[in-house]
């Protein structure tokens, strides 16, 4: 709604950009200032700019790129601090966009398909090369560039499609070197996979997911809110041929999931499920996986505030219950040394041990009878209530 109410307000003012005074520049700053105070403006609002700045060439044609871009950095510059460095980055992201509007016209309003005035494909190589590596050239600046970037390598992927294939071709090659050389996620991810995708390029496709979340990915090497960011992005990946990929990472993405922060902490109740739910396939891997988790859950316990140590601990008891005796007394033991209310967990595990199992043999039931028989004797003689 933004945009298009700026640029509504633009393109009534033909005369806006000769006027060259204060009242005319005082308009945009109002706008933008209205457009800034919205809540994602820091990371949108170049968008905006971007989208001003794409305008201005065709309200006022006979101005060149140089005067079109101080007059919008000298509208904003209100809003917005500039130092040296911040400048410098906002003139290249609006030369070229000002260098692309021009463009546009020669593509869509002359319809020409080559031998552009304003775009040569030497100058449009240069210009790929600048914005996918905009931030990276330009980081120490204040300037949020991804979405206006995406932007503007959006309007170039549509324009080479209305050209001959030679810029095709330069996107293309670009794209392709720019994860060579990098191989790791960025915001351009699905921005460039849809160009190879729209390309029938599924090799190339396939390749980028493969580098990205594949067993050996990029991706597990990230941080949890990155992970969580990527796998939103590619949920909108509907190709059938990616989606066993894409699921297939999401399940082993569960995993890493595991963590804590601290105070009351409820991270391992997921591990608590997994585990829950192999243990009904093979009660004896709480000998491995199970004390893994019991261990970890142990540690958690000494540095936070962890709500799945009565739960895992349980489950470890009530598992040993239908594997032998002495396993039980194991886990009882190891417990025991850990926890203060060791004793209401084994009550707590035998019974829910006896709930789960549909038939327990005499044998076995007996054995739990004379193990809580010794238990409660012991308790009697300590003097305590059972």
């Given amino acids: 709604k933004s945009l298009a109410y ?3 307000r633009l393109l009534n003012r033909e005369k806006l950009v000769t006027k060259w005074n204060l009242d005319s520049k005082e308009i945009i700053f109002n706008n933008l200032s209205q457009y800034s105070r919205n809540t994602d403006s820091h ?5 905006i700019y971007c989208a001003i700045a794409f305008l201005l060439p065709y309200i006022e044609l006979g101005k060149d790129n140089i005067e079109l871009r101080s007059f919008l950095i000298e509208c904003i510059s209100k809003e917005d601090y500039f130092d040296k460095n911040t400048k410098i980055a906002a003139n290249i ?7 692309l509007s021009r463009w546009f016209r020669e593509v869509f309003n002359e319809n020409k398909k080559s031998n552009f005035l304003y775009l040569d494909p030497t100058s449009l190589n240069l210009i790929i090369d600048k914005l996918l590596n905009f931030h990276v050239r330009n980081g120490n600046t204040m300037i949020a560039s991804n979405q206006s970037v995406i932007l503007l390598l959006k309007l170039i992927s549509f324009c080479t499609k209305a050209t001959n294939e030679d810029y095709a071709q330069i996107l293309n090659d670009n794209f392709s070197s720019h994860y060579s050389k990098s191989k ?4 351009f991810f699905i921005l460039i996979w849809n160009w190879f995708l729209e390309s029938h390029n599924l090799e190339k496709c396939n390749d980028l997911l493969e580098n990205i979340i594949g067993e050996s990915g990029k991706i597990w090497g990230y941080s949890l809110e990155e992970k969580n960011e990527i796998f939103r992005i590619l949920a909108t990946i509907s190709e059938p041929q990616f989606l066993n990929k894409i699921q297939e990472a999401g399940m082993r993405f569960q995993w890493h999931r595991i963590g804590f922060s601290g105070h009351k902490e409820y991270t391992l109740f997921s591990a608590h499920s997994w585990l829950e739910n192999l243990l009904k396939n093979d009660p004896a891997l709480w000998k491995e996986d199970g004390l893994r988790l019991f261990n970890l859950s142990e540690e958690i316990e000494e540095i936070a505030d962890n709500r799945a140590a009565w739960d895992i601990a349980e489950l470890l008891l009530s598992n040993s219950l239908r594997t032998t005796p002495n396993d039980f007394l194991f886990v009882y033991e190891l417990i025991k040394k850990s926890r203060n209310e060791y004793d209401t967990l084994i009550v707590s595990a035998i019974s829910n041990y006896l709930n789960k199992e549909k038939s327990t043999n005499l044998e076995k039931l007996k054995l739990i009878w004379l193990f809580c028989c010794g238990y409660t004797s ?3 003689h300590e003097g305590r209530k059972v």
């Fill in 378 to 380: 012991y308790r009697l």
């Fill in 184 to 187: 790791t996620y960025d915001s």
């Fill in 6 to 8: 700026l640029c509504a």
């Fill in 43 to 47: 990371y949108s609002k170049y968008v």
């Fill in 93 to 99: 992201l609006f030369d070229i966009t000002i260098t």
